[in-house]
């Protein structure tokens, strides 16, 4: 992770959380972490989905990022089957053992409860001890 300058929000006065955030990129991309949802907007007052957090928790931690081959999404019925984004990233998710939907969905665009918040980024959370990247247990 690397900063660059903080990304410009019309819906958010002088915040330096937010500021703070909007100036964390992911190393190997030069891409934000945090993006907003456009037209310069960061939605303060939207609720966060279950999509939104686990793009966060993937990027964060450098999961899936790098990977040569991407997993695309087979498993749930109500997420693309393609190589869309929202495909990509629940796939890899799955791949990596940190969702297993319920009934053979995973319910993309529901706002994330606070259990899920916890189990989804204590599942996508990796440690670098001396630099070498270390997962907990699935």
């Known amino acids: 992770l690397g900063g660059s300058s ?3 929000f019309t819906d958010v ?3 330096a959380n937010v500021n703070f955030l909007s100036t ?3 190393a ?5 972490l945090i993006h907003g949802y456009g037209d310069n907007n960061f939605g303060p007052h939207q609720s966060l989905t279950r ?13 899936g990022s790098s990977s040569s081959k991407p997993h695309p999404n087979t498993t749930f019925s109500d997420v693309p089957k393609d190589n869309s984004e929202l495909s990509l990233v ?7 053992g940190i969702i297993k939907g319920v009934d053979g969905k ?19 959370s990796i440690y670098f001890p001396n630099g070498e990247p270390v997962s907990p247990d699935r």
């Not at 999509?51 to 999961?63: Q, Y």
């Not at 629940?90 to 990596?96: D, S």
Request: charged content about 10%; some cysteine.
């Open 6 to 8: 903080a990304q410009q």
């Open 13 to 15: 006065q002088s915040n």
């Open 24 to 26: 964390i990129i992911i």
């Open 28 to 32: 190997n991309n030069q891409s934000h």
């Open 51 to 63: 999509f939104e957090l686990l793009k966060v928790a993937l990027a964060s931690n450098c999961l």
């Open 90 to 96: 629940i796939g890899e998710a799955y791949a990596q």
């Open 106 to 124: 995973f319910f993309p665009n529901k706002p994330v409860s606070n259990a899920e918040m916890i189990k989804i980024l204590l599942a996508a």
